[in-house]
């Protein structure tokens, strides 16, 4: 099964709340420490549920969300109620906006989800376009060093409404990690309905991510451990990066 068809439904669920109250706050304050006030346009990729794209509209942006998996665009568009937000379904790579904004968003690992340098350079450009001069560029991704530890690993899951068996399995020549994944969710009826299907996330390099934001056309990169604004650490698990048009 296509990734996020069966996960769609359970998301938010097994989504850690801790780590979505720092992604929240630590990209608002982003947004506003780069310039970018309320009311002003910001594109969010590989949206998923809503996590960021919601809050964002919450704090006063005009929030473009896209994601290619309309399950998950049907949760997001569920829980916004009317909040306006402009749910899109949209492949990342080939991103097309109507209007150019000042801010583009990729959080939780969206850019692992391009599997192949040339889809991240594929990227990389739409993005450059779809922004205003001085807009912001802002991703983070898993590290190589996190997706790498991840293989041959079983991860699994028993709660009373919902459990889950993660095989990971990673390619050394494409650095590309599949992850088999079997659901089981509680129907209602005291029954569970077994669902599968399989992720894909390609382990990128901090140099090829730089690479790829330069041959776009960005400056003022910089990255980040973690979510914060320290420095890079050997062995992080989560890097942020940000990235801007020229004026």
């Known amino acids: ?15 850690d709340d801790e780590e979505r109250t720092l992604w929240i706050k630590s990209t ?5 420490g780069s ?37 998950m665009l049907m949760q997001a568009r569920q829980k916004a109620g009317g909040l306006p937000v402009a749910w899109v379904r949209q492949d990342m790579a080939s991103l097309a906006l109507h209007r150019p904004v000042s801010a583009v968003n990729c959080a939780c690992d969206g850019v692992n989800y ?23 560029f802002v991703f983070d991704v898993s590290t190589e060093a996190k997706l790498t530890s991840m293989d041959g690993e ?19 020549k494409t650095r590309v990690l599949t992850m088999d994944i079997t659901l089981f969710v509680d129907r209602g009826d005291g029954l569970f309905e077994r669902m599968e299907e399989t992720h894909r ?8 991510l730089m690479n790829a934001l330069e041959r776009a056309g960005f400056e003022r990169i910089q ?25």
Do not use: K
């Not at 590989?46 to 290619?68: E, F, H, K």
């Open 154 to 172: 079983l991860y699994g899951l028993d709660e009373d409404d919902v459990a889950y068996l993660w095989r990971n399995e990673l390619d050394l």
């Open 201 to 208: 996330q390609r382990a990128h390099t901090h140099e090829e």
């Open 223 to 247: 990255a980040f451990s973690g979510l914060s604004q320290s420095p890079l650490q050997e062995g992080d698990l989560r890097r942020r990066y940000t990235a801007y048009r020229p004026e």
């Open 28 to 32: 608002i304050a982003l947004l506003r």
């Open 114 to 136: 391009l599997t192949s340098p040339a889809a991240v350079a594929q990227c990389f450009a739409a993005v450059y376009r779809a922004l205003l001069p001085g807009g912001l």
């Open 1 to 15: 099964m296509e990734a996020y068809q069966a996960l769609a439904r359970v998301y938010d669920r097994l989504m």
């Open 35 to 71: 310039g970018i006030s309320p009311g002003d346009a910001v594109a969010d990729l590989a949206c998923g549920t809503g996590a960021l794209s919601i809050p964002l509209a919450q704090a006063g942006y005009r929030v473009t969300a896209l994601d290619i998996n309309e399950a």
